[in-house]
């Protein structure tokens, strides 16, 4: 089975940030900052690589974390961290617990190997490429998107940072139905932005350009497959464990609250 540490690994590359430093410390491990305008919570939070877990008095941990609010302040950037379900982050959760930090979007990892692959294609034609089309970015960001074209910009850096393949489906009448983007890294492939046109969806269209994505990293002699959903969401968890994908993890996001000034009168 895939280590955690690997996984991670893979997740920080099929996704880069624009900006990103190191945050070194004896007992908590490091920490990667991460910063690309905004643009998705993934590319924008701290991620505790190789925390070294334990039971760090809080001080260590504080003085940590003032540093890290202290870089996303200069870039207007709320300070976030991704936080994966694993005994090493003991230490980190407990302190952000005491200093009431949000949690949002659970999302759980999924895995598969290559046994039993090729999956069954429905016959339909998917399109492939190698980088995203404008017709893509625009099916992906109607159904994922947060915010207009300068955001999608961003994301658009981000997407192409790291070498991947590019699905697109299309319906009877030639209208792109779904999308999705299989992330080749270190010889192993990343499901992301698998989205369905509101339009178009509980059709087929989904399980249509998984299958694609998945037998196309096949040709590509890829060791296995990795993809992120939210807790939340049911139906794409049942459309992955169809496809032979099983939970291996999971991680969410805790965000700083908001400090309010004090009322006036």
Not at 93 to 115: C, F, H, P, W
Not at 138 to 158: C, F, P, Q, T
Not at 215 to 235: P, R
Request: proline residues 4%.
């Amino acid at each position: 089975m895939v280590e955690q540490a690997f996984l991670e690994s893979l997740m920080d590359k099929a996704w880069p940030a624009l900006e990103r430093e190191e945050l070194e410390h004896d007992v908590l491990g490091e920490w990667v900052l991460r910063a690309s305008g905004g643009v998705t919570q993934r590319a924008n939070s701290v991620w505790p690589r190789n925390p070294a877990g334990g039971q760090e008095e809080s001080p260590g941990i504080a003085r940590s974390v003032r540093a890290a609010a202290e870089w996303y302040r200069l870039r207007r950037l709320p300070l976030i961290f991704q936080v994966f379900d694993d005994s090493r982050s003991a230490a980190l959760n407990a302190y952000l617990d005491e200093q009431r930090y949000t949690r949002q979007s659970a999302t759980k990892i999924m895995v598969r190997g290559t046994a039993g692959l090729p999956l069954s294609a429905s016959g339909r034609t998917v399109d492939m490429a190698d980088e995203p089309s404008e017709e893509w970015l625009r099916v992906w960001w109607s159904v994922d998107g947060r915010g207009g074209d300068a955001e999608l910009s961003v994301a658009h850096k981000i997407l192409s940072a790291c070498p991947a393949l590019y699905a697109v489906v299309r319906d009877d009448d030639g209208v792109p139905a779904a999308v999705g983007r299989l992330a080749l890294v270190d010889g192993w492939g990343g499901i992301y932005s698998m989205a369905t046109s509101a339009e178009h969806r509980r059709r087929g269209y989904g399980t249509e350009v998984l299958t694609a994505l998945v037998n196309a990293g096949i040709q590509q002699d890829l060791e296995g497959f990795w993809l992120l959903v939210t807790e939340a969401n049911y139906g794409a968890q049942r459309l992955y464990s169809q496809a032979g994908f099983t939970v291996h993890g999971s991680y969410l996001y805790r965000q700083a609250p908001l400090r309010r000034a004090p009322g006036g009168c």
